[in-house]
Structures are given as structure tokens and as C-alpha cells.
């Protein structure tokens, strides 16, 4: 009984001491979130009979919110390949610019003629700046639009703001470029949200396998949180 009792006040101690490397520790707390301007991203996936109903939708959203007051931004985009599927991001000057928007008698009219055509949900989504160039853009009609969103781990916050950071700030300067925002979910930090414009499909294509795009990639690898999502638009004029 003795030996028992030994062996496991020993196991007790072993325990006690093994290394605190299993442990999990806790990520930092974000930031809190900045003044400033506010891009609403929101993905609006139709049935597909009605795509046609809802560019025009859309359109009207676009112009609406361009004529409220405190927009930097307004644009509709619409997925190449999937017809059904669009994206309308708005740039407010500050967070009560939007919510402004949002209480509009018009984008409330708007907004139902899309929730009567939608099959799911608008997924709006409200950002801070984390890496963005000027405003302006001489848009060719043949540009292209890529909005892509970026998942990684809690833990990981700290790196991938620090490396999404550095891949806008290496694209803007890219042959072809017209546009590389990088921009922070303020609700999870973790989440990055990446507004491209390129002059054509080929100038896009091209930066997919530039040596900064493909390094982003390998340090994104182990952080991830979720499937990269990346999507090609085009705009609705």
C-alpha cells in the first residue's frame, strides 16, 4: 500500500512539472477600433431568374448612397461566372456616416426589393482601414474587380495584420494596379477584407504570381482560419 501511495504522489509531482508548452495561450486583446473612415462590404446572393431585377437594384442602392451625405465611395460589382452574386461596398467618412445610411427611407425601399429576390441574407460586413491608396481611380472599361476575404486564427491577429498590411502596400505599386485596399473587420479583428481593381484580367492574373502575392500566401498557410476567398467582379456602370 505503500508503494502505492508513493508511485502516485510521484505521478502527481511529474504532472505538476511537465512543461507549461501544451498550454494555450491566450490571444491579445484587438485593439480598440479606430476613428476614421468605414467601407461596407456586403455580398448579396439573388435567385438567378432575377439577376437582371437586381442589377438594377443595385444600381439604385449604388446611386443612393452616393448622394447621402458623409459617402467617400459608392460601387456594384457583379461576379463573373456567378450572375446571381454581387457585392455593393460603400465608404462612409466616419461610423455615423453609415449608420445613417442605413435608417434612409430609400435604402430601406431598396433593401426590401432585394430581400424579396435574395436567398440568403445581404452579409454586410463593416470595416476599418488597415492598408489603403487614394480614392481616385481612372477606371478602363476593361477592369477588373477582386474582392477577396482573409480568415486567419486569433492567436495569429498580429502576423497576418502585419503581413496583409504589406501585401497592399507592395500590390499598389504593381504594373496595372488601379486600386489594393486592405481593410479590418471591426468586430474580428482577425478578418481582413482585400478591395482590388486591376486594369484587365491579364494585369490581375499576373499579380497572382508575383514573388510578394505568392510569399502572403506561404506565411497565410499556417494561420489561416478559413478557405482564402477570392472572387472577380465586374462593375456595373
Same mark, same amino acid.
Given at each position: 500500500?505503500?508503494?502505492?501511495?508513493?508511485?502516485?504522489?510521484?505521478?502527481?509531482?511529474?504532472?505538476?512539472?511537465?512543461?507549461?508548452?501544451?498550454?494555450?495561450?491566450?490571444?491579445?486583446?484587438?485593439?480598440?477600433?479606430?476613428?476614421?473612415?468605414?467601407?461596407?462590404?456586403?455580398?448579396?446572393?439573388?435567385?438567378?431568374?432575377?439577376?437582371?431585377?437586381?442589377?438594377?437594384?443595385?444600381?439604385?442602392? !449604388?446611386?443612393?448612397?452616393?448622394?447621402?451625405?458623409?459617402?467617400?465611395?459608392?460601387?456594384?460589382?457583379?461576379?463573373?461566372?456567378?450572375?446571381?452574386?454581387?457585392?455593393?461596398?460603400?465608404?462612409?467618412?466616419?461610423?455615423?456616416?453609415?449608420?445613417?445610411?442605413?435608417?434612409?427611407?430609400?435604402?430601406?425601399?431598396?433593401?426590401?426589393?432585394?430581400? !424579396?429576390?435574395?436567398?440568403?441574407?445581404?452579409?454586410?460586413?463593416?470595416?476599418?482601414?488597415?492598408?489603403?491608396?487614394?480614392?481616385?481611380?481612372?477606371?478602363?472599361?476593361?477592369?477588373?474587380?477582386?474582392?477577396?476575404?482573409?480568415?486567419?486564427?486569433?492567436?495569429?491577429?498580429?502576423?497576418?495584420?502585419?503581413?496583409?498590411?504589406?501585401?497592399?502596400?507592395?500590390?499598389?505599386?504593381?504594373?496595372?494596379?488601379?486600386?489594393?485596399?486592405?481593410?479590418?473587420?471591426?468586430?474580428?479583428?482577425?478578418?481582413?477584407?482585400?478591395?482590388?481593381?486591376?486594369?484587365?484580367?491579364?494585369?490581375?492574373?499576373?499579380?497572382?504570381?508575383?514573388?510578394?502575392?505568392?510569399?502572403?500566401?506561404?506565411?497565410?498557410?499556417?494561420?489561416?482560419?478559413?478557405?482564402?476567398?477570392?472572387?472577380?467582379?465586374?462593375?456595373?456602370?
Amino acid at each position: 500500500m505503500g508503494r502505492v501511495f508513493q508511485f502516485a504522489v510521484a505521478l502527481l509531482w511529474a504532472s505538476a512539472m511537465l512543461p507549461a508548452a501544451h498550454a494555450q495561450t491566450p490571444p491579445a486583446a484587438p485593439p480598440p477600433v479606430p476613428d476614421g473612415p468605414r467601407y461596407i462590404v456586403a455580398y448579396v446572393d439573388v435567385r438567378s431568374e432575377e439577376s437582371v431585377t437586381a442589377v438594377q437594384v443595385l444600381r439604385a442602392l !449604388r446611386d443612393e448612397a452616393r448622394r447621402a451625405p458623409g459617402n467617400l465611395r459608392s460601387e456594384a460589382l457583379q461576379r463573373f461566372g456567378q450572375l446571381n452574386q454581387f457585392v455593393l461596398l460603400t465608404v462612409w467618412k466616419d461610423q455615423t456616416a453609415a449608420d445613417s445610411r442605413r435608417k434612409a427611407a430609400a435604402t430601406a425601399k431598396l433593401l426590401a426589393e432585394i430581400k !424579396r429576390i435574395q436567398i440568403a441574407p445581404i452579409d454586410e460586413r463593416t470595416h476599418f482601414a488597415l492598408s489603403v491608396g487614394s480614392m481616385e481611380t481612372n477606371t478602363a472599361s476593361s477592369a477588373i474587380a477582386v474582392v477577396t476575404h482573409v480568415d486567419v486564427i486569433p492567436p495569429q491577429r498580429e502576423n497576418g495584420t502585419e503581413f496583409t498590411k504589406q501585401l497592399a502596400d507592395l500590390s499598389r505599386k504593381v504594373e496595372g494596379n488601379e486600386r489594393f485596399e486592405a481593410v479590418v473587420q471591426t468586430n474580428r479583428q482577425s478578418h481582413f477584407t482585400l478591395l482590388e481593381r486591376w486594369r484587365d484580367r491579364k494585369t490581375a492574373d499576373a499579380h497572382l504570381m508575383a514573388g510578394h502575392t505568392r510569399a502572403f500566401r506561404e506565411k497565410l498557410a499556417p494561420a489561416t482560419g478559413a478557405l482564402l476567398d477570392k472572387r472577380l467582379y465586374r462593375l456595373l456602370p
